[in-house]
């Protein structure tokens, strides 16, 4: 009898299920013991690590070529896990009870919460329906920066020194959170186009000057780990905004390898 059960490949699954972990467990961290400055950075840097386990599970995939709807699916569920609730609960704790009314402050959450969950899921309906090469656009800002967003912009408020004790610190700026959530929301919803890199690989050609920039980033990022987080994901945010009006030329030399044949846009969906 043949086993219609599909196969999982176990690398890129692997890093899914470690993402699925990751947002799990800053999730049981922010409900066990809201308001604590330790267990908030901890949860935030769980989320963080969430976002790398998700890029690496789709750069392990394709490059083994073991991309499989199984993979897309779990994928998904893990994604609204980490990149929808786990959000969600960090800023209602941290953020929300104290700036607004408490059923306003959830509706806030769950409105992120809703809106990633219908950005996954026009994903997936997307990919399956989809003929041709895959794009490499989104449509909508992926639902895993919405999250590096929340995770890193928060990272910035709470002070990073332990000697300030267990009470939060995040100033006025927490005015702005509950603000950039709905923003966050909408732009995941709407039809603007993020690019996916995924023309850059391992195999991926650039000049001197680009590794040069490449070293000196790496440099930055371990010297300010508290503030590039947020540069990185703030930057990715806002580039989607202005990409519309970059010239294509430097849109190609940012997001793909140059030295690959450029495909047209009738052989490719957004996902």
């Known amino acids: 009898m043949k086993d219609d059960l599909p196969k999982i490949h176990f690398w890129p699954n692997l890093m899914t299920a470690a993402n699925l972990f990751c947002g799990f467990y800053a999730m049981q961290l922010l409900v066990t013991n809201p308001g604590d400055h330790t267990t908030a950075l901890t949860a935030i840097w769980l989320i963080l690590g969430a976002c790398l386990f998700d890029m690496l599970d789709g750069r392990i995939a394709r490059a083994i070529g073991e991309e499989s709807p199984f993979g897309r699916e779990f994928d998904s569920l893990a994604d609204i896990v980490s990149f929808g609730v786990a959000p ?54 992926p639902i895993p920066a919405a999250a590096g967003v929340i995770a890193s912009v928060t990272l910035l408020f709470i002070h990073p020194n332990p000697k300030v004790g267990a009470s939060l610190t995040l100033g006025w700026w927490k005015w702005t959170l509950p603000a950039l959530m709905i923003l966050l929301s909408i732009i995941m919803v709407s039809k603007l186009r993020y690019p996916s890199f995924k023309g850059l690989s391992w195999r991926t050609k650039r000049s001197i000057p680009w590794f040069v920039i490449a070293v000196l980033m790496v440099v930055v990022v371990v010297q300010w780990r508290y503030v590039m987080p947020a540069v990185t994901f703030v930057g990715y945010l806002f580039y989607g905004l202005i990409r519309p009006w970059v010239k294509r030329e430097w849109r190609r030399e940012i997001e793909e390898d140059p030295d690959e044949p450029e495909e047209s846009d009738e052989e490719t969906y957004a996902a």
């Open 88 to 141: 969600a609960l960090l800023m209602h704790y941290i953020v929300l009870g104290d700036v607004v009314p408490d059923r306003a402050g959830w509706l806030i959450a769950f409105f992120y919460v809703l809106c990633g969950a219908i950005r996954l899921a026009r994903f997936n309906c997307l990919s399956a329906t989809a003929s041709g090469k895959p794009s490499r656009d989104f449509t909508g800002c």
